[in-house]
């Protein structure tokens, strides 16, 4: 029961933790809560289905299920991210410097259009992935990992070692961190910060269009609506870990997923939801910095 | 990009196996939709411009078809041009012959739909003013301001229900439950940024909801609390839609005259001032926590009010009344009328009620509108259709 829930918070935290990336890093840069990421993740999951279908009616099919996921989580991230330039491009930037309201209820209305133009051109009942690993997995004792399980607990740990090198080795990565720091200086040693923007999206963007294609195959049902839940909670994952750091947003996602499924497991299934947001409302006010952040004053 | 095609993706997915020339043919079939779908949903641009042009023209063929909103009679909603001499009357005399005209309403709306969707607006302009006092006035962005609605509403329920108060008597508690949320809300929170204020409410707005859903024993589940009783006045049971109306208009107005009263008073002055610049308010002596207290305590007041005439008026409630997007909803209310504006954001509540119910049977496609109208607000007019006008000092130079 105990290694079970463990496997099943990880797999979880895992997910939690990719989606709270793309939260961390556009609130690190813009201090913008983007409401619409928990959107984009769903978007990412129904690209998995439509990649699937794609795949299909050109009767593409690898041998293996291993390269057809990653092969979909490819798809759904480049086409994630495009919308994710697309939304800073046409509903972000030209609110920038409009104070802190007018961006976020911009967000709240993106995040309700792509929940129902999704709804109206997929249809509002719930979309099948098909199960690619029927009852394979590996026991020890009484626990069971399945094999969609370990696939996303290896691929979100490869995301966030690729993610961290980028950040801390690359000059995309220094002219990021430049930007966060103070955008106006980035600018003036010459750092395109208009471009940084766009890739911190895309990259978060890529991220959650990933988070979205694992859900699909660990779940195998997917609907127009899981982007509100996952969304929210994979902020409330950021806040936790202290938003506007990397590392934070991986071990808050992780802290979360275990909460959930503790919490699911041995307290009440009935109220998993409701850990979440305590724990998050409890963070905010005893330590609003999150567990990595730092603990800042007000700025004048 | 109609339902027909949805399923495509789907059935190409579960790749059944079947060599017949129909399956064949339905394969391709699938196959195609598959890709016009994946032109719309894999091309950002085209996603967004795609659902605009969904949303208009979903609403332009409501608009000109005569199916189904013939009940509606078309014109009646025309806004009436201001003549020059409203401008020079008094403003008392104004607010006057408003509120008789508002009063007599009913009596010339003689359609029972017409007064229900206008009390509905009159309900929702309670909860914006009542928000107004929080985000318009004082600047703290909150987003479970439904909660405040569902803690009324459930109180005259439970009241009703077991003390069998009525809404007259059960009244002030329900406005004290909701003040009571309001400064429960506000009291730990204050010190946190504007944003994560946002957050605090948001996640209580959902507590609030999954607790009513789930706690049977009270609260009776996701099915609700039926049988609330109607209110009576010495022993007139009122029924009609025009009382409610008037009822409504009564609370809206109440509700309206207060925070005009309030603005122009230190109070009022007070909160713009937190709204403003927070810090420099500390440093003129505005005493700050109290002020933004004072606000959660009256924006929950009214939520509670309306929510406790609402209970009565819909004698059953249930959490799924009680969802985010009803904060959202009211949240714009108050973004789109003019923050600060009590005018404004009660024109706005009654607009964001009234015209979707003029694009009525195009009801799937109205949040489609309503998010692209919200960012597109954003871009085009940020500080709401009639905005805050600032108040002027007495004997200012």
């Known amino acids: 029961m105990f290694l079970q829930q463990l496997i099943n918070g990880i797999t979880l935290g895992c997910v939690y933790a990719l989606i709270a990336l793309g939260y961390t890093m556009v609130y690190g840069i813009l201090q913008l809560i983007n409401f619409a990421h928990g959107e984009i993740y769903m978007l990412g999951a129904y690209l998995g289905v439509i990649g699937l279908a794609l795949l299909q009616a050109i009767h593409f099919a690898p041998s293996s299920p291993l390269v057809l996921v990653l092969t979909l989580a490819l798809f759904a991230a480049l086409i994630a991210a495009l919308w994710g330039i697309t939304i800073e491009r046409l509903a972000y930037r030209p609110l920038r410097g409009a104070g802190r309201l007018a961006p976020l209820i911009a967000a709240l209305g993106i995040s309700i259009v792509l929940q129902n133009f999704v709804m109206h051109s997929q249809g509002a009942r719930e979309k099948i992935f098909p199960a690619l690993w029927a009852g394979s997995g590996y026991i020890f004792g009484n626990t069971r990992v399945s094999a969609v399980q370990l696939l996303i607990i290896i691929t979100s740990a490869v995301m966030m070692v690729g993610l961290t090198l980028l950040v801390q080795k690359t000059r995309i990565g220094t002219a990021m961190r430049a930007t966060a720091q103070d955008r106006v200086m980035a600018q003036l040693c010459g750092i395109d910060a208009n471009m940084i923007i766009a890739i911190t999206f895309a990259i978060g963007s890529a991220l959650a269009g990933i988070a979205g294609v694992l859900i699909a195959a660990y779940y195998g049902m997917i609907n127009f609506y899981i982007g509100y839940q996952a969304g929210l909670k994979a902020f409330a994952a950021a806040v936790l870990g202290g938003i506007g750091t990397i590392p934070g947003a991986m071990l808050g996602g992780l802290l979360l997923g275990l909460v959930e499924a503790f919490g699911a497991g041995y307290l009440s299934s009935q109220y998993k939801d409701v850990y979440a947001f305590l724990i998050l409302i409890l963070f905010l006010i005893f330590r609003p910095g999150g567990l990595l952040g730092e603990q800042l004053a007000e700025k004048v | ?397």
């Open chain 2, 1 to 397: 990009m109609g339902a027909n095609d949805a399923d495509s993706p789907q059935g190409a997915a579960n790749g059944v196996k079947d060599d017949s020339v129909a399956a064949d043919h339905r394969r391709a079939f699938e196959a195609l939709g598959a890709v016009a779908l994946t032109g719309a949903i894999t091309l950002p641009f085209t996603g967004l411009i795609g659902s605009l042009a969904i949303a208009v023209a979903a609403g332009l063929f409501q608009y000109y078809s005569s199916g189904d909103a013939s009940h509606i009679k078309r014109g009646s909603w025309q806004p009436i041009a201001v003549p020059q001499i409203v401008r020079t009357l008094h403003p008392k005399l104004k607010g006057a012959i408003a509120a008789v005209f508002l009063l007599l309403l009913p009596l010339l709306l003689l359609q029972r739909y017409q007064i229900e969707v206008l009390t509905l607006g009159l309900l929702y302009a309670t909860l914006a003013i009542g928000l107004n006092y929080i985000v318009g006035l004082c600047g703290l962005l909150v987003l479970g301001y439904i909660a405040f609605y569902a803690i009324g509403a459930y109180a005259y329920a439970l009241l009703n229900l077991h003390f069998g108060i009525g809404l007259f008597a059960a009244w002030p508690l329900a406005m004290l439950a909701g003040a009571l949320a309001g400064l429960l809300v506000g009291l730990p929170v204050m010190r946190l940024r504007g944003d994560y204020l946002a957050i605090v409410t948001l996640g209580f707005g959902e507590i609030v909801r999954i607790v009513l859903n789930n706690w049977d024993a009270v609260t009776a589940g996701p099915n609700g609390i039926m049988g609330i009783a109607r209110p009576s006045l010495f022993g007139w049971k009122l029924t009609s839609p025009s009382a409610y109306y008037i009822l409504a208009l009564l609370l809206t107005c109440v509700a309206f005259y207060t925070q005009s009263r309030m603005i122009k008073s230190r109070i009022g002055r007070a909160w713009e001032a937190i709204r403003e610049d927070e810090l420099a308010a500390a440093h003129c002596g505005v005493p700050v926590v109290k002020m933004k207290l004072l606000a959660m305590a009256m924006g929950g007041l009214w939520a509670g009010a309306a929510g406790a005439l609402f209970a009565s008026r819909m004698t059953h409630v249930s959490p799924e009344s009680f969802t985010f997007l009803e904060s959202v909803l009211v949240l714009c209310m108050v973004v789109l009328g003019g923050m600060g504006n009590p005018i404004g954001v009660s024109v706005g509540a009654v607009s964001l009620i009234v015209l979707p119910e003029l694009l009525r049977g195009a009801a799937g496609y109205r949040m489609l509108a309503f998010g692209l109208l919200l960012v597109l607000a954003m871009r085009y007019r940020r500080e709401g259709f009639l905005p805050m006008r600032r108040l002027k000092l007495a004997g200012g130079n």
